[in-house]
């Protein structure tokens, strides 16, 4: 079997994305997707995204980390699939698309950057070691004073397993806040690594920023280690509504993948 696909990279965040609007792609075959996504024996990415038709809507986008399995929503992954559109015509400069986590707005602008509505977020817990909330999914933020000292791969593993997140577990960011300006490392759920940048765990870190900082409306820009992201929003209740987050979305190369014969990794 053939399929074309295309890379895509947000922040240095990248996915291999594949028009499914004819629905010849297993959904369901989580092997090929985990082989697809291997850096070794793939094509290599952090993730895998669909295009679908979507009765409604512009289009629906179906997300799955490189383990192979579908997860609720990937913020860059989104911003990434709406410039994906973009190249096959779907859409203009503004749309609007469904995701496992509901309905996203999103704009896009003459320089190629992507600003995304994420989805209203309504609890946020507060730990001794940081702020816990579901951006789309869920996200530990934890704040430090220098990320230098940080092994983001180790301590980022032990926090993703912590009792207090099972039995789904979550993503860990580590944040350096300076006014409006954050620094985030991010370790992945589902990469089950540190990824070069994460949408949906730099707006959680922005949102964990603003309640330290006692902000009801505002924005952050943010440093990932693979680009300049900017998170705005506006506090609402014991949460957050209006929260857009604006970033690259740039396609990489344009393949196509024979997987006769592929078989599981082990």
Known sequence: MQYQFYKYQGAGNDFIVIDNRNGAFDLNNHSLIEFLC????????DGLMTIEDCEGYDFKMT???????EASMCGNGGRCIVAFAFHL???????????A????????????????????VTDVT????????NTGVPHLVHFVDDLKTIDVAIEGRQLRYDARFQPAGTNVNFVKHTGSQLTVYTYE???????????????ASALSAALVDGKTEG?????AKGGNLSVRFKKQNDGFTNIWLKGPARLVYIGTIDTDGFKPIV
């Open 126 to 133: 507060k730990h001794v070691d940081g702020y816990f909330m």
């Open 63 to 69: 997300y799955f980390n490189s383990d192979g399995y």
């Open 89 to 99: 015509g779907i859409i203009e400069d503004e749309t609007r698309f469904m995701a």
């Open 189 to 203: 759920r589902g990469v089950e690594a540190e990824t070069l940048a994460c949408g949906t765990g730099i707006t």
């Open 101 to 120: 986590d509901g309905e996203h707005k999103a704009v896009l602008y003459p320089d190629g950057d992507v600003d995304l509505q994420m989805i209203d």
């Open 219 to 223: 924005e952050y820009k943010v440093t």
């Open 38 to 45: 291997h850096r070794r024996f793939g094509i290599g990415a």
